[in-house]
DNA sequence: CGCGAGTTTGAGAGAAGTCAAAGTGTGTGG
DNA sequence: CCACACACTTTGACTTCTCTCAAACTCGCG
């Protein structure tokens, strides 16, 4: 669409922004300075960069689609036209209910794919919404479904994500089923950070994209009861908050929190 | 395996045993009176009987399983080597935990597949495990693929299941992040009393085939509490409780009770 | 500088969990 | 065929965790 160059600033920045903090722990290769992800670890790359046919390469993606902070992305209830793979900024995914907000089933980072929900009816059952301007990788779905019925890899790939979704949602369940509210807090954190780990920046030290009420409709409790978990996290020494940015000082703790025991 | 004629008896029978209620609205053109679910109404049906090509019908099934009660049909942490379609009988998919028992995921009824999150890694990251006597068709993953590789129908009905399977999940996420004891219980008994529908049985009278347990396992509840809200709602006419068999007395009430206002 | 969205903190209420005991039904073995 | 044992369920009393309601606080922005 427009010229990417200037997503640099703002919301689209990494984990911890640009600014006061360059310097902790990111690692070079997979995040760019400029807080859009690499395509290598980008979990739609197998489907932009088919390796055997670099001629389909360039069309796959139809085009580049910047969102502006609240603006949703694809509704539930409408047909599904794209899949998408999120570039830069973050987005909520949220299951509608009928008194309004909802609860939300996941939070996008750079590199996670959208709207694969799509393909049990062809029909969206969940929203998407940016929470701070972004920008995605839109590709239609009938490309998708052309290139997955040739070329084996890609459909096998699409299973993957679909299964590997399916997966973290089952263990999403669990812990709402089985964890204390700071246990849940406490692994929301941990995963969060093994997430950016995985994507080259640093697990230790990121920002925090959602509000706490937010947070609080991911893991089934209010939002005080999220603030005051955390601020008894960061009374006890295990993590370090100011603004929305927050820094693991003690990993351990927080996942020997999660233990059956305690 | 075996001659699948003896699997009429005992735990394999549908939702009301064929004993004490043969009457009760079980309409006929998918459901046997032995409790074998018809193919018609089966997940895979597309996988087993592709109509074009009909050389493959009699292949793609490996092999008929036989299971008794409490016997695990896959393991978290083991290669997929299958997946599979419920013929008769339940069974439970059990996210494991470290203290052992886990969060219960879904029942399995009769003509639900099974196996699906495999697809992620090659690897099971949930174990099922039949709650009484129960026989599953088997489908070799490597079959499964290849065919879904050749046929493109077979690719999209992979994905289908797969989302829609995400998508159930999703909701089963915001149950437990949203709504009362007493309003999970209720969702519970509709959604089961729907996917009976669905097999052609009678929606209104089905059997529990769980232990309070398992049904409090699945919805992050103590078996004290689902047994009290199975009182309470027996105590107000909605429901009837006569051992493991339930009957839906007003519906509109218990679809009522999942409205926010209440 | 002051407004407003978001956050933090506190006090009290309510929902579900825990512990405990009694009740029910099933299946086994005498 | 009956009696007993065991597993599951039901019910009760009490505890605890999280929610609700309320007020003070912070920070970014106009």
Redesign the interface.
């Known amino acids: 669409m427009t010229d990417p160059a200037d997503l640099a600033s703002a919301d689209l920045a990494g984990p911890a922004g640009p600014a006061d903090a360059p310097a902790h722990a990111r690692s070079a290769q997979a995040a760019s300075p400029s807080g859009q992800i690499a395509c290598t670890v980008c979990a739609m790359n197998p489907l932009c960069h088919p390796r055997s046919s670099p001629a389909d390469a360039s069309s796959l993606v139809e085009c580049r689609r910047r969102l502006r902070a609240g603006e949703t992305l694809y509704r539930a209830g409408t047909p599904r036209a794209s899949i998408y793979a999120v570039r830069a900024g973050f987005l909520t995914v949220r ?1 509608p ?3 309004g907000t ?2 939300i ?1 996941r939070f996008l980072l750079p590199g996670d794919a959208a709207g ?6 062809g029909i969206h ?2 929203e998407a919404v940016a929470l701070g301007d972004s920008e995605v990788c839109e590709i239609p779905a009938y490309r998708a ?1 052309i290139l ?2 040739f070329r ?1 890899a890609i ?2 790939h ?3 994500l ?6 973290e ?6 812990a ?3 964890l204390t509210a700071a246990q849940r807090v406490a692994q929301f954190l941990l995963h969060l950070s093994q997430r950016w780990l995985e994507r080259g920046y640093s697990g230790c030290a990121f920002r925090l994209p959602m509000t706490r009420r937010e947070m609080g ?1 991911h ?2 409790l209010t939002m005080e009861t999220v603030s005051r978990v955390m601020s008894d996290f960061q009374a006890r020494g295990w993590i370090a908050l100011a603004r929305d940015e927050v820094k693991i000082r003690a990993e351990g703790m927080l996942r020997a929190s999660l ?2 025991s305690k």
């Not at 694969?116 to 009816?121: C, K, N, P």
């Not at 949602?169 to 669990?174: D, E, L, W």
């Open positions: 299951a209910a009928a008194d909802g609860h089933v694969l929900d799509g393909f049990a009816s059952q969940s479904e997955a019925d084996a459909g096998a699409l299973r993957g679909l299964a590997r979704e399916l997966g949602s089952h263990q999403h369940a669990a709402l089923a089985r409709d893991l089934g233990q059956p």
